[in-house]
């Protein structure tokens, strides 16, 4: 038999029979689970100590408190190339591409674009002819507001457009926007499309792709700017990262699954604690996670009271002691 690789979240059926098996029983011989080498490899059976021939299984919170420490590993890496990525191309943000001779290869490959009118045509233009997929990361930033208004209204027919031809849509959004009416609104009218949504506690700056073939990304703060990138290694790093971050994230829409508490501290309570930990401001932790500041203090004081500190200071050192950061969900 002949088992095919696959990450952690797929588990496989096989795989999935025999830790439950396993976990029925106590502990499984070896010879059991050859098939199904993920077990191991994921470190959900492990040898048993007074017999090499049994496997035992790890029990599946903590099996799961492991993996998504690393899953979280992965994402703040993934944020750091991002960093680095926005870094290298500040300079060029600078640069009116209207100046660079139009014969030049690098006017093709990177546009800056100025104004929301000229943003929207841009992307209206390339989801024109799109036919596979369009992969969107939406911060909590740029949803409201006159701003946010007029780009749902621009977005809601091209992405129609691009169902009907059979394409689909992946979008990842901030935790914060999973129960948010403006968003789920337009996800239930395309319920009957090819559309999923998924969420993260933290998510990059705003980033379109179409079809891998062009992408969009902001080049002013106040989402007055956009680059239209084509240039093929930076469409691949996108998707990429993308792609890494949507594993990571939760299930949204068509069907939603809820992050669970740990020891009564909710992921979103977490996910403060660990910025607490790293220093920032409640407005930085806020603007962060996609809240407003009264909101993020909200979660401060019950995070507090769950810990019982009396002060700011005791709480960074309560979080530190209690462990919550190293028992994810």
Request: hydrophobic share 40%; aromatic share 4%; glycine share 8%.
């Amino acid at each position: 038999m002949t088992h095919r690789e696959h990450g952690v979240e797929e588990l496989c059926a096989a795989g999935q029979e025999v830790y439950e098996r396993a976990l029925r029983a106590g502990r499984i011989p070896v010879a059991d689970a050859s098939d199904v080498p993920c077990l191991t490899g994921f470190g959900l059976l492990h040898p048993a100590l007074d017999d090499l021939g049994l496997l035992e299984p790890v029990a599946p919170a903590a099996a799961l408190h492991r993996l998504l420490r690393t899953s979280a590993a992965r994402v703040a890496e993934e944020r750091r190339r991002e960093d680095r990525l926005v870094s290298r191309f500040e300079p060029l943000m600078r640069i009116d591409v209207r100046q660079t001779p139009g014969t030049g290869t690098g006017t093709s490959m990177l546009r800056l674009l100025s104004g929301t009118e000229q943003i929207n045509r841009a992307i209206t233009d390339a989801m024109v002819d799109a036919t596979e997929e369009s992969l969107t990361i939406q911060p909590h930033s740029g949803l409201t507001g006159p701003r946010g208004e007029a780009a749902r209204d621009t977005a809601f027919p091209r992405d129609q457009a691009l169902l009907d031809r059979g394409g689909r849509i992946r979008v990842l959004y901030q935790h914060t926007l999973r129960h948010v009416p403006l968003v789920y609104g337009p996800l239930e009218y395309f319920r009957h499309g090819d559309t999923e949504a998924r969420s993260l506690d933290e998510v990059p700056d705003r980033l379109i792709v179409i079809d891998r073939k062009v992408a969009f990304v902001p080049a002013a703060d106040d989402g007055t700017m956009a680059l239209e990138v084509r240039h093929p290694a930076l469409i691949k790093y996108f998707v990429t990262t993308f792609d890494r971050l949507w594993r990571l994230a939760t299930p949204m829409f068509p069907k939603a699954v809820q992050p669970p508490s740990v020891d009564g501290v909710t992921p979103r309570q977490r996910a403060i604690a660990a910025l607490l930990v790293e220093g920032h401001t409640d407005a930085v932790i806020a603007d962060r996670l996609g809240m407003n500041v009264r909101t993020a203090r909200l979660h401060i004081a019950k995070l507090a009271a769950t810990l019982g500190s009396d002060s700011r200071a005791q709480l960074g050192y309560l979080i530190a002691r209690s462990g919550i950061l190293d028992r994810k969900p």
